[in-house]
């Protein structure tokens, strides 16, 4: 049995028992991803720390193109996201035949989606003549991209083929294969960035060239597993590949781009703040860093959460049990909320702590410490709105909450954190925390906008779908 397909709580059952019963499935969905998503984390932090110590060019270039590899890559994840509460509405649906059609629908979007990213990472050029960087560090961001594009490839069809077992509820899959990434993803940066067993030293170009190996080769592994293993056999992956579907593909990115678009959108802010803080010199910047990625190491927990949620919505919508995922999509606001007060009591009592954990400029701690008393008070609102949007994307509703979250960030947070910070229009410049008041109101206008949306929206239990 896998995990989503648990046995649907009795509606005679007591609320609270109904409730807790429904909190242990995501808990048994979300664990997983949650691992999943640290490990990719750490990749990033392991290929920064190891190209730093190459040279300061190496870090700066690998820390430049990851820069721009990043955000083309989460939109495409977002994209291909939407195979998720697909497929786990078929298998509520019992509707088993449509599920490897639309596996391989997403594949095809994922090829094209290769080629897209593979065309823009080799062809920087420009880009980097525009940042005025030094010809070395130019040279080095552009052979770290094209190096990396190898594994353009396998990193899709990865995302693609997590639609296929995190639609089953088979979230472990992802998180093994991505813990096997990690792993591969060390020692391969050791030997291609320093030059070991006989290779050239290849700093930063090194990176990514391990990047695409151990993508390369997490890819092929899990091909492997999914044609072996006694779950996923009964899905025949190769032998049951249809050909490119114009009606299927349309189905997978009316819904698929949206959620990309969103996420593109809220990765972009927050490097047009990064841009934006420049000139207000190094310390400024480094604790807004450093506030930024505490906050983001935080956000794994309840994006976790919400990810198993979009699984368990759309599978009780297939099922024809909207009342339970009613439920689950309103009392896991409790359940985030509590997670987010956390949060919140957890960056106002250790801000210290965590300031000189990263730092031991006074400075620099004295910049962080009074961000995280405002990444604090935004946890709430942070939390509520994407737990908001994950349960509207199992009710396979994507385009009014792109549209919240475009206003959201762009009309109210950015303008007003840029107001905040460099004008004294509404009160004296307050500088980096200005981008944090504005962050905080961007939040907010999205928590509440998506509560309304989700209390208001009352959809049908699913009939048939596109294939």
């Not at 560090?137 to 069809?157: D, S, V």
């Not at 009613?326 to 957890?346: D, E, G, K, M, Y």
Request: glycine share 8%; with cysteine; hydrophobic share 55%.
């Amino acid at each position: 049995m896998d995990e989503t397909h648990q046995p649907l709580p009795e509606i005679r059952q007591p609320l609270v028992s109904r409730t807790l019963t429904e909190w242990k499935t995501l808990a048994l969905l979300g664990g997983p991803i949650l691992i999943a998503q640290v490990a990719q984390m750490a990749n990033g932090v392991i290929d920064t720390v190891m190209a730093g110590h190459a040279s300061a060019e190496d870090l700066a270039a690998v820390g430049i193109g990851s820069s721009l590899w990043m955000p083309l890559f989460l939109f495409f994840m977002g994209l291909l996201g939407a195979l998720q509460p697909i497929i786990s509405g078929y298998n509520g649906a019992r509707t088993t035949s449509k599920i490897m059609p639309a596996t391989w629908q997403g594949i095809y979007i994922a090829l094209g989606g290769t080629v897209i990213m593979a065309l823009l990472l080799t062809n920087v050029h420009p880009v980097l003549a525009l940042l005025k960087m030094d010809v070395n560090t130019a040279l080095i961001t552009q052979g770290y991209l094209n190096a990396f594009a190898w594994g353009i490839p396998a990193m899709l069809l990865m995302n693609a083929l997590r639609g296929l077992t995190d639609g089953l509820g088979h979230t472990r899959v992802i998180m093994m294969f991505s813990v096997l990434s990690t792993l591969i993803n060390l020692p391969l940066n050791y030997i291609f960035i320093y030059g070991k067993f006989g290779l050239p030293a290849m700093g930063g170009v090194g990176c990514g060239w391990a990047t695409s190996l151990s993508n390369g080769i997490a890819a092929i592994a899990l091909l492997i597993y999914l044609n072996r293993s006694r779950t996923f056999k009964q899905f025949h992956l190769i032998a049951e590949r249809v050909k490119p579907n114009l009606s299927g593909i349309h189905y997978i990115l009316k819904l698929g781009v949206p959620i990309g678009f969103t996420i593109f959108v809220e990765a972009s802010m927050f490097s047009v703040i990064a841009l934006f803080l420049a000139p207000l010199g190094p310390v400024i910047v480094a604790g807004h860093q450093i506030a930024l990625n505490v906050v983001s190491l935080l956000f794994m927990l309840p994006l976790s959460i919400g990810m198993a949620l979009t699984l368990r919505v759309s599978f009780l919508m297939g099922a024809r049990a909207p009342d339970s995922a009613r439920l689950i999509s309103r009392s896991s606001l409790l359940l985030a909320s509590a997670v987010a007060l956390v949060f919140a009591t957890l960056l106002f009592v250790f801000a210290d702590a965590i300031a000189a954990l990263y730092t031991n400029d006074a400075e620099v701690q004295t910049v962080t410490i009074r961000l995280l008393s405002f990444a604090a008070m935004f946890q709430i609102a942070d939390v509520l709105q994407v737990t908001c949007i994950s349960a509207l994307r199992g009710y396979k509703d994507t385009r009014v909450p792109m549209l919240i979250m475009l206003f959201s960030f762009w009309v109210v947070g950015l303008p007003l954190g840029y107001v905040l910070t460099f004008t004294d229009w509404l009160t004296p410049a307050l500088g980096a925390a200005g981008f944090w008041v504005g962050l905080t109101a961007g939040l907010t206008s999205a928590s509440l906008f998506l509560g309304w949306r989700l209390f208001r929206y009352q959809p049908a239990a699913e009939a048939s779908e596109h294939a």
